[in-house]
C-alpha cells in the first residue's frame, strides 16, 4: 500500500522509543542536533506501514540493489530486482517512495511521528519530484541514481544527511537550504565548479570525491565543517580553506604540485595527498594535531623532507609508498628514526625492534662511533705490513706518555697546547692531527693541522694511517700513527688536543694517555670566544655551546674519565694552571725561566761548561728531569744550547722535591748506569744489536728499564726491530703527511721487516745467550756519557747525556740520529694520576 503524501509520514499506534537521541528542538523549531544512528524503532520487525520495505536499523551499507551499476559489495543478501519495484520511466512513484521509507520519530516539531529516512538506491531515478511532500524527512539517500537535479530537497527544511552520490549531477545544493544540513555526499558526479556554500553554514562533512572541480572556493563560510574529501577531482592548488575546522581532509588524486593554504587549518587530524605531483612534505610541520598523513603515489625523493613532519608529536599514521624515496638504503628504518612516533608506517605497523634499529644505526651512542671508529682504523692497519712503532716501544706496562687535551671548540686546547710544546720543547712534541677543514688566515699548515682533502684522508683512512677520526660539522678530524710516531721518534711525549669523541676512540687504543679537560665554565666568554673568531656562523656557535653542555654532563656523569678538569674561561689561568700539572709530572718544581731570559744566558754558561768538560758531568739523577727530552737536537745550535741550559737548571731540582715515581724511577736508572759501567750487565738492547740472539731468561736482564720493563723486553727481543736502524729512510719532518705515500712506499718502511730478513738471515733463530757479551763500541759511548765523561764525537752535538735515550744517536749523523733512539724506554713509565682540580 502505498504511503498516504501528506500523511505519510505519520505513524502512531506503536509504542517507540524516544526519536532521538540527544536532540533538541530549539526555540524556533529548527532542529539543531541529532543523531540519525540513534533514530531507531524497537519493534521486533522494524517495520510500521505497509510500504514499509527496509528494516529500520539497516543501514546504506547493507542495502540492496543490484543491478544499476551499483557495486557488488552493496549488493549482497539483500533483494532482488524482482522483489523490488523500479519504476520503469525513473520518475519515483509512490510505491518506490514507500519501499524507501524507514526510522520513525517524531517530526520536528515534536506534535507527530513520521518517517525520517528514505532510501532509493539504485532505482534508476532522474525524477524524484513525488518525494517533495515529504518534508519531515531527515536523511535522504538517493544514491546510484540518475539525478541531476536537487531542487526538491528544498521542501525538506529538515535535512540532516544527503546521499547523492553516484548521479549525474553538475551543480552542488542548488536548492533551499534546508536549516541544519549537516552531512552531503555528492561524490560520483559532474560537478565542475563550487558554488557558494554559505548559507550551508550547518555543514559538516561534504564529499566531492570523483567529480570534475578544478578549484576549491565557496566554503569560506562553513564554520561548521569538519571533513572535506574532494579526491579525484582536478584541482592544482589548495586554497579557500582558511580558517575552516577542517580536521579530516582528502585530496587525493588531484594535481597538486606543492603544500600551500593549509596554515590556518589548525584542527587538521588526517590529510590525504597520495596520487599528487608532490616533491616536498612543507606546510605540514605546523599542523600540530596531525595523525594521519598520506602521501602515497607523489614525487617525493629527499628522505630529508620527513623533517617537515617529525616534529608532529601526534603523527601515528604514515604512508609513502609509491614514492621514489622508497627506494633508498635503509629507507623504512631512516623514516622510523626521524618519526619515532610512527605506529604505522606504509600501512605496516612499527615496532619496538625496529624503533632500537634505527635508533642504533643512525644515532649510535658515542661508544657506539667510537668502537666503529676504532675497529675500521684497526682494520686497516692490519692490511698493512707491520711495523715496529717508537710510540708501543717503552713496554706494555710503560706506555708511551701522551697528553690530550679535550674540549669543545673554542675551549683553547690547541693554543695550550702549542704553548706547552713550545715552553717544554726537550718533553713535549705537538701531535699534529690531519682535517679536510680549509685552513683559517692565522694557521700554519703543518703546525696547526695537516690539512689535507676529503679524498686524501678517505685514502689515509684506506692506508690504514689513522688511530682515530672524527666528523664535525661535515669536516673530518683525524689523528695519525705518524703524527704520534714523529714525535715519539724524537723522544718526546705527545700532546694532542680533541673532541670528546676522538677521546673515546683513542681510549680503544693501545694509548694511555693522559686526558685533561679544557673547558669554559662559561658560556658567554665561550660563546665571545668563538665569535671573536670571526669564522663561524650562528648555528655551528650554537651547536659549539649545546656541545659544551654535553661535556659538562658526560664529564658529571663519567666520573673519572678526565685526569683533570680545567676552566678555560682565562685563557692565561688555564695555562698556568697546565703548566703546573706538567712541572709536577716532570718533577720541574723550580720555576722555569723564560725563553728570552735564557737564550742569553744559556749559550754563555753552555760553552763555558763545554769548555771545562763539565757539561757532561752531571750526576744520573740530573738528568731524571729530561725524560722526554730529545735525543739529538737538530733545530740548531743554540736551541741545543738553550735545552741544556734548561736541563742544567731544571737539574738543580733537589730529590725531595720529586714525587715517589720519580725518586724510584732515578734509583733503577743509577743502580743499572753503574752496572753497565762496571761490565756487569749489558743492556738488552745491545745484546740484541750485537749478537741477535734472544737472552733465555731475560728477566733476569734488566736493561734501563725497570722490573716491570723485562716483560715486554722479552717480547721486544723476539721483533728485534733494530737490527739495521740506518738503513731507514730520512725522518722526513713531514712524516705524518701521507698523501704522497703509496702503499708500496709504506711496506718498504717496515722495520719488522728488515729485521725478520735479517734474523732468517744468519739462520740462527737461535735462543739462550749470546756467546759474546762483550759491549758494543756504541753501548760503551753511551755508557761513558751516562757515567758522565765528558766525550765528544765526529760531528755530532757535544750534548749532555740523556737517561731517556739511546745514546748511540751522539755518534751517528743526526739525520738517522732520531730514528735510533728508542723514546721512552728509559723515560717515565707513565703520567702519573692527577687529581681533579677546577
Ligand atoms: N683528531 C681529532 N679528533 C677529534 N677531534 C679533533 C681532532 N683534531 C681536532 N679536533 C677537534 O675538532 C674541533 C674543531 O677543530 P677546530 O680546529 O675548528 O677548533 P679549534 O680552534 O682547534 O678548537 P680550540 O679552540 O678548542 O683549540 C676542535 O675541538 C678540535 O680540538
Not at 526519536?19 to 524556533?28: L, R
Not at 543501514?59 to 532482488?80: D, H, K, V, Y
Not at 741544556?644 to 720519580?662: A, F, H, L, N, Y
Not at 707513565?830 to 677546577?838: F, G, Y
Request: proline share 6%; hydrophobic share 35%.
Amino acid at each position: 500500500m502505498a504511503a498516504d503524501p501528506d500523511q505519510s509520514q505519520l505513524v502512531s499506534g506503536k509504542p517507540m522509543t524516544p526519536p532521538y537521541g540527544d536532540e533538541s528542538v530549539d526555540m524556533n523549531g529548527e532542529l539543531v542536533r541529532t543523531d540519525t544512528n540513534i533514530l531507531k524503532l524497537d519493534g521486533d520487525d522494524g517495520s510500521f506501514s505497509e510500504g514499509s520495505c527496509f528494516s529500520s536499523d539497516r543501514t546504506i551499507n547493507e542495502m540492496e540493489f543490484e543491478g544499476q551499476g551499483a557495486p557488488a559489495s552493496q549488493t549482497q543478501g539483500l533483494r532482488t530486482d524482482s522483489e523490488r519495484k523500479i519504476p520503469e520511466d525513473g520518475v519515483l512513484d509512490e510505491v518506490t517512495i514507500a519501499q524507501g521509507l524507514s526510522n520513525i520519530g517524531k517530526s520536528a516539531d515534536g506534535t507527530r511521528h513520521v518517517y525520517l529516512h528514505i532510501t532509493l538506491p539504485g532505482f534508476g531515478l532522474t525524477d524524484f519530484s513525488a518525494l517533495g511532500k515529504y518534508i519531515h524527512l531527515q536523511k535522504v539517500e538517493l544514491l546510484y541514481n540518475k539525478l541531476t537535479d536537487l531542487s526538491v530537497l528544498g521542501n525538506m527544511p529538515y535535512l540532516l544527511e544527503l546521499d547523492a552520490s553516484h548521479n549525474e549531477l553538475t551543480t552542488l545544493l542548488d536548492f533551499s537550504p534546508p536549516y541544519n544540513l549537516k552531512m552531503v555526499d555528492m561524490s560520483f558526479n559532474l560537478i565542475t565548479t563550487l558554488p557558494d556554500l554559505s548559507m550551508h553554514h550547518y555543514l559538516q562533512t561534504l564529499l566531492l570525491d570523483n567529480n570534475q572541480i578544478t578549484e576549491i572556493r565557496g566554503l569560506e563560510k562553513c564554520h561548521r565543517l569538519n571533513v572535506l574529501s574532494l579526491g579525484h577531482n582536478q584541482i592544482e592548488k589548495i586554497e579557500g580553506l582558511d580558517n575552516l575546522p577542517i580536521k579530516d581532509l582528502n585530496i587525493k588524486n588531484n594535481k597538486i604540485s606543492k603544500i600551500e593554504g593549509l596554515e590556518t587549518l589548525k584542527y587538521l587530524q588526517s590529510i590525504d595527498l597520495s596520487a599528487n605531483k608532490l616533491r616536498s612534505m612543507t606546510g605540514l610541520e605546523k599542523h600540530d594535531f596531525l595523525d594521519t598523513v598520506n602521501l602515497e603515489d607523489n614525487e617525493l625523493i629527499d628522505i630529508s623532507e620527513v623533517e617537515h613532519v617529525e616534529g608532529l608529536g601526534l603523527l601515528r599514521h604514515l604512508n609513502l609508498q609509491r614514492n621514489p624515496m622508497r627506494e633508498l638504503p635503509d629507507y623504512r628504518l631512516s623514516i622510523i628514526f626521524h618519526i619515532p612516533q610512527l605506529a604505522e608506517l606504509d600501512h605496516k605497523h612499527v615496532n619496538t625492534e625496529e624503533k632500537v634499529s634505527a635508533q642504533t644505526l643512525f644515532n649510535p651512542p658515542m661508544e657506539v662511533l667510537a668502537a666503529r671508529d676504532h675497529v675500521m682504523n684497526v682494520v686497516y692497519s692490519f692490511l698493512q705490513p707491520n711495523r715496529i712503532l717508537d710510540s708501543t716501544l717503552p713496554s706494555i706496562e710503560t706506555p708511551y706518555p701522551m697528553l690530550v687535551l679535550v674540549g669543545p671548540r673554542g675551549s683553547g686546547k690547541k693554543e695550550l697546547a702549542l704553548k706547552l710544546v713550545e715552553e717544554f720543547p726537550d718533553y713535549f712534541g705537538y701531535g699534529t692531527s690531519h682535517t679536510t677543514r680549509k685552513p683559517n688566515p692565522e694557521e700554519m699548515p703543518g703546525r696547526d693541522y695537516t690539512f689535507i682533502s676529503m679524498e686524501e684522508f678517505e685514502h689515509g683512512i684506506k692506508l690504514g694511517k689513522f688511530l682515530q677520526t672524527f666528523s664535525y660539522q661535515g669536516d673530518m678530524y683525524g689523528l695519525t700513527i705518524d703524527a704520534v710516531e714523529s714525535v715519539a721518534r724524537e723522544g718526546l711525549a705527545c700532546v694532542v688536543h680533541m673532541e670528546l669523541e676522538g677521546v673515546l676512540t683513542l681510549k680503544n687504543t693501545y694509548f694511555e694517555p693522559r686526558y685533561v679537560m679544557l673547558m669554559p665554565l662559561s658560556s658567554r666568554t665561550h660563546e665571545k670566544r668563538l665569535r671573536e673568531r670571526c669564522l663561524y656562523p650562528d648555528a655551528q656557535i650554537e651547536y659549539v655551546l649545546e656541545r659544551a653542555s654535553m661535556y659538562a654532563i658526560y664529564n658529571r656523569e663519567h666520573p673519572g674519565f678526565f685526569d683533570m678538569f680545567i676552566n678555560s674561561d682565562d685563557l692565561t689561568e688555564s695555562y698556568r694552571k697546565l703548566r703546573k700539572l706538567v712541572m709536577d709530572y716532570l718533577g720541574i718544581n723550580a720555576p722555569t725561566p723564560s725563553i728570552s731570559d735564557l737564550e742569553q744566558s744559556a749559550s754563555e754558561l753552555t760553552i763555558e761548561k763545554e769548555m771545562t768538560g763539565e757539561l757532561n758531568t752531571a750526576p744520573p739523577s740530573a738528568h731524571l728531569t729530561r725524560t722526554w727530552s730529545k735525543t739529538v737536537i737538530n733545530d740548531s745550535f743554540s736551541q741545543a744550547l738553550l735545552n741544556t741550559k734548561m736541563k742544567s737548571q731544571m737539574s738543580q731540582t733537589p730529590d725531595t722535591d720529586r714525587g715517589i715515581v720519580e725518586a724510584e724511577s732515578l734509583k733503577r736508572r743509577h743502580t743499572t748506569a753503574h752496572e753497565l759501567v762496571s761490565g756487569r750487565l749489558p743492556s738488552i738492547y745491545d745484546q740484541i744489536r750485537s749478537a741477535r740472539t734472544v737472552p733465555q731468561d731475560v728477566n733476569s736482564q734488566m736493561g734501563l728499564g725497570d722490573q716491570m720493563g723485562a716483560k715486554h723486553n722479552k717480547t721486544r727481543s723476539y721483533s728485534a726491530p733494530f737490527a739495521n736502524p740506518d738503513a731507514l729512510p730520512p725522518n722526513s719532518p713531514d712524516s705524518s703527511d701521507f698523501r704522497s705515500v703509496s702503499p708500496s712506499t709504506l711496506s718498504n718502511i717496515s722495520e719488522a721487516q728488515d729485521v725478520e730478513q735479517e734474523q732468517d738471515g744468519d739462520g740462527s733463530g737461535s735462543e739462550g745467550y749470546p756467546e759474546n757479551l762483550a759491549l758494543p763500541a756504541e753501548a760503551l759511548d753511551r755508557i761513558t756519557l751516562f757515567s758522565g765523561s765528558p766525550t765528544k764525537t765526529n760531528g755530532s752535538v757535544p750534548l749532555a747525556p740523556r737517561p731517556g735515550s739511546n745514546n748511540r744517536a751522539v755518534s751517528r749523523s743526526p739525520e738517522y740520529s732520531n730514528r735510533s733512539s728508542r723514546p721512552g724506554s728509559e723515560r717515565h713509565m707513565v703520567l702519573p694520576p692527577i687529581a681533579q682540580c677546577s
